[in-house]
């Protein structure tokens, strides 16, 4: 059993190319001072639910795939280019456009074969006044692109209603979209599948590289055999109102250093894990001043995730990192073991490129100086809320040995700058959760002497996980919503309401390097007031 009308509410507005979450009144109170190089433009208003394009003047390209000509102007409908390729190549190279000289090129319907796209788009610098564009001109799913695109240093390029899609035995191993060195890249209304058929081909489907002010929006990321959503040190944008499913390992990753994302209003599904903040990465790689943490400042938040193999939410080597008000039902259900909540360490090397990690290590970066085999998981956690969330597992769907993961201290390895040992629950805080998964004596996971939450513990112990969560909520199971076909928490069954937001901190991370969050989240996943502020991405 899932969130069946909310799952179609994403769908549907995916495919008409709506914004799903346009109606939610966003978590964040940002001070957007992230910029991974000096002298960038400021990012659009962080108090808007979605990326504003504005209303730049552009020149118009239009494109045919059926009726074009390359030798045409291409600057009217009557008189389309026949490639994507040719009208690319009318954006100027290496110049920055301003005022009145960015580009919309118009996809007329059709299928765009590989030898029509691109080989490589790079080099490309729009602006907030003068972006460029690439859409769909008659609306979604009209234009299909049988080939893989590659962006590499764009500035302010805006991809809407692009459908991506894979051809039997085609693309094996790559990314269906791959950025590197983006800054202010927004996909809005796109269809990325990596599946042919019969096989997930791309690697990542969506891969983001080293970029900055990256926005998805309303779009579906389907079909890797690894991770559907891979982000590694991307500084601040938001993924909003999309459906990520369909890989064998995360749904939607982000790692490296990313900072700064907002994750809103999605449904995201069969999967290992389901949202994973901070996983593993070579140092060099590694954007400065986020050289530490695999993540930082992120905010999960209304999303709907179901039917993984893994946990539904994973944190290893974050920092501030916020999951609040999503519902995750039938996850964790692999037969090898897993949790419904993983807090774990990050994992941590140096790829091969000796020289870039030994700049980073010095300038305080964790992890080796040098390339080899020497990768180990032992990058801590620190500032981490698991709030007001719904964990449901209905019968006979459980996790195997407990409900939640959660690391002990692990030794940390001489000369990688962390100290040790390295805790995954420092400040760890889970709260004001309803969870029904398994049996009334299935263990928390934080009885044995070597996993976290001591008794001890300041703010994270199993007698803390019982008082302030309700667990199995004797015999209280989440119900059927019969206004939404979705779940729901019943009256009464978490006594004392939701606990409280936090104010995320600032402490031991380079200045100027947070995006602070403070304010509550008074919409649910269907932009509906959230009037009593129970768990779970639907209000009652």
Known sequence: MIMAELAQAVRARIAGGRLFAAALVPVLVASLSLVATPAQAAPPDAAAARYDIGQPVVQDLWVDPLGGDDANGGTTRSQPLRSLDAAWQRVPMD?????????????????????????????????????????????????????????????????????????????????????????????????????????????????????????????????????????????????????????????????????????????????????????????????????????????????????????????????????????????????????????????????????????????????????????????????????????????????????????GPVHVPAGVNVPGPAASDDDLHIAGNVVWNGPADLPLGVEDDDRGCRPSHPTCSERQLRAQNTINGAGAEPVPSAARGGFRVPSGLAPGGAAPLPTLSDDGVPPGARLLVDSPHPMDALGEPRQSALAGALAR
């Open 95 to 407: 110049q920055a456009l301003g005022s009145g000289a960015g580009y919309r090129i118009n996809l007329l319907p059709g299928d765009y074969a590989e030898n029509l796209l691109p080989a490589y788009m790079e080099r490309r610098y729009g602006s907030a006044e003068a972006p460029i564009m690439i859409q769909a001109s008659d609306g979604p799913r009209t234009v299909r692109l049988h080939g893989y695109l590659n962006l590499f240093d764009v500035h302010y390029l805006y991809l809407l209603n692009l459908d991506v899609v894979t051809d039997p035995g085609y693309g094996g191993g790559g990314n269906a979209l791959h950025l590197e060195r983006g800054d202010h890249v927004l996909l809005r209304g796109v269809h990325l599948d990596g599946f042919d058929g019969t096989t997930r081909q791309p690697q990542e489907t969506l891969k983001v590289n080293q970029s900055q002010y990256v926005y998805v929006e309303d779009s579906e990321i389907t079909g890797a055999f690894w991770f559907p959503l891979d982000y590694m040190a991307v500084q601040v944008g938001h993924i909003m109102g999309s459906s990520i499913h369909g890989g064998d390992e995360d749904c939607l990753l982000l790692k490296g250093g990313t900072v700064g994302i907002r994750v809103e209003a999605n449904e995201v599904w069969d999967c290992g894990i389901g949202l994973a903040a901070g996983q593993g990465s070579g140092l060099e790689y590694m954007v400065a001043p986020w050289l530490r943490y695999d993540a930082y400042d992120l905010v999960l938040v209304n999303n709907l995730v179901h039917d993984t193999r893994l946990a539904g939410l994973a944190v290893r080597g974050g920092s501030n990192i916020l999951a609040a008000f999503n519902t995750f039902a039938r996850v964790g259900t692999s037969e090898a073991g897993s949790g419904l909540l993983l807090i774990a360490p990050g994992m941590r090397g140096c790829d091969g490129d000796s020289a870039a990690c030994a700049v980073r290590h010095d300038a305080g970066g964790w992890g080796p100086a040098s390339g080899g085999d020497d990768e180990a998981e032992y990058i801590p956690n620190r500032h981490v809320w698991v709030i007001n969330n719904l964990f449901d597992n209905p019968a006979p769907i459980r996790t195997r040995d407990e409900h939640f993961v959660i690391f």
